[in-house]
């Protein structure tokens, strides 16, 4: 199975810069696809899809969301943070079977 | 608008199965893939498992695959997971997802439903 990594928590102040990373434990990246998707889940709430293959984001996801990387490394960025976006965030591949999710980086105030 | 609405879940003696079910609407069901995911409490999420649009094509967690069946009936735009066998490890909230494609994310998910599993 492809492990993916993720740091437990990041705390970070309202309108500063956050940077969640997400490690593979094998590429999941193709020729033509980076198959690594990125989930915000609020507590008592289903996850919400954010970015996906990579650096593509979803329909009605405001654009301070971002996503970049490629193989094996894989970073979510929100910039400017804003109180809505304190959630945990997933990564998830689907480059292999089974699909495999990080274990979440719960995003705080500090 | 696309809507998924789980349901089935509840209180479930060790040992016991359980059938969920999840009604889709909003969109062509039979044009996706769909998963089951769930999440133990206060743990993250785990994938169960996928199934094609005409269920020539399921693909389960190793670890489930002998305890867990994904069917879908398409006439009646419903996803389900029957698990047998349940254990306490079972408890969590089980969630139905839309998937675009086979190598592809969710892009829709149910407000999800609760399983226990306790004596």
């Known amino acids: 199975d492809i492990v993916l990594t993720q740091s437990p928590a990041l705390a970070v102040s309202l309108g500063q810069r956050a940077t969640i990373s997400c490690r593979a434990s094998q590429s999941v990246s193709t020729s033509s696809y980076n198959l690594m998707h990125w989930y915000q889940q609020k507590p008592g709430e289903q996850p919400k899809l954010l970015i996906y293959?990579?650096?593509n984001l979803a329909s009605g996801i405001p654009v301070r969301f971002s996503g970049s990387g490629s193989g094996t490394d894989f970073t979510l960025t929100i910039n400017p943070v804003q109180a809505d976006d304190i959630a945990t965030y997933y990564c998830q591949q689907s480059r292999e079977l089974p699909r495999t999710f990080g274990g979440g980086t719960k995003l705080e105030l500090k | 608008e696309v809507k998924l609405v789980e349901s089935g879940g509840g209180l479930v003696q060790p040992g016991r199965s359980l059938k969920l079910s999840c009604a889709a609407s909003g969109f062509s069901f039979n044009d996706y893939w769909m998963g089951w995911v769930r999440q133990a409490p206060g743990k993250g999420l785990e994938w169960i498992g996928e199934i094609n649009q005409d269920s020539s094509t399921i693909n389960y967690t190793p670890s489930l695959k002998d305890k867990f069946t994904i069917s879908r009936d398409n006439a009646q735009n419903t996803l389900y997971l029957q698990m047998s066998k349940l254990g306490s490890e079972d408890t969590a909230i089980y969630y139905c997802?839309?998937?675009?494609?086979?190598?592809?994310?969710?892009?829709?998910w149910g407000q999800g439903v609760m399983v226990t599993v306790s004596s």
């Open positions: 997802a839309r998937a675009p494609s086979v190598t592809t994310h969710f892009d829709y």
């Open positions: 293959d990579a650096s």
